[in-house]
């Protein structure tokens, strides 16, 4: 199954709203990472998580290495938000990065 | 934080031809990776460059067909062999300070192979 499981696939949202997505973990995690590829295809390094918590202006995310989640909280959409949400983890003994399959978001006026 | 630089940005080439990518960070980096992206998919792990020896390919990726050479802490090259319609994706290089440290990533070489 999947190592880094991403909820929902995708998402619409109005512009001025809020929503949350969320990532679960079968590995044991150690460091997280949240990616908003644009749609140029650039990767834009959102945040960078040990277990705790980071805020960014709207954006705030949560790792809870305990329970194997992350989730990145969106406060005011607005229509730059727009792209594909990645969340990645590093865990176990290879150290390697394992991305989640995305979170497809589309900000409307 | 690092930066990555890749070239070429975007190509197109025939199928059998060879395609190589270069990969340049604009510091020292112990770790260099390659990902490979198919469209409207997530990004999955090809190799591990390491300095001066051979990568470290994951299963379904061969040295054969993505040689790769990374001959110094800043820099590495993927090479895409007998390019098929198949292989088609952006190709992303990505490095990071040390196990445990934050992940970037170059902005990714699109290969249209036709």
């Known amino acids: 199954g999947d190592k880094v499981k991403q909820s929902p696939s995708a998402l619409s949202l109005q512009e001025g709203t809020n929503s949350a997505l969320r990532c679960n973990f079968s590995i044991a995690a150690t460091t997280v990472q949240w990616f908003l590829q644009n749609p140029r295809g650039s990767l834009i390094n959102l945040f960078y998580?040990?277990?705790g918590t980071k805020e960014n202006g709207r954006l705030k995310s949560a790792f809870d290495s305990k329970e194997s989640y992350s989730t990145l909280h969106i406060r005011d959409a607005q229509l730059e938000d727009s792209g594909t949400y990645f969340c990645?983890?590093?865990?176990?003994?290879?150290?390697?990065?394992?991305f989640g399959k995305g979170t497809l978001l589309t900000v409307t006026p | 934080s690092v930066l990555l630089y890749q070239k070429p940005n975007r190509d197109i080439c025939q199928s059998g031809t060879s395609l190589k990518i270069q990969c340049v960070a604009d510091?020292?980096?112990?770790?260099m990776f390659w990902y490979q992206q198919f469209q409207e998919q997530s990004l999955m792990l090809m190799a591990t460059?390491?300095?001066?020896?051979?990568?470290?390919?994951e299963s379904g990726f061969t040295k054969d067909k993505f040689p790769i050479s990374r001959p110094n802490l800043t820099f590495s090259t993927l090479t895409v062999n007998n390019a098929r319609p198949g292989d088609s994706s952006i190709y992303f290089c990505s490095s990071r300070a040390d196990n445990y440290a934050e992940q970037f990533f170059g902005p990714g070489t699109r290969l249209t192979v036709l």
């Open positions: 998580l040990v277990p």
């Open positions: 460059a390491n300095e001066g020896s051979e990568a470290t390919y």
């Open positions: 510091s020292q980096v112990v770790s």
């Open positions: 990645a983890a590093v865990g176990g003994s290879n150290y390697k990065l394992t």
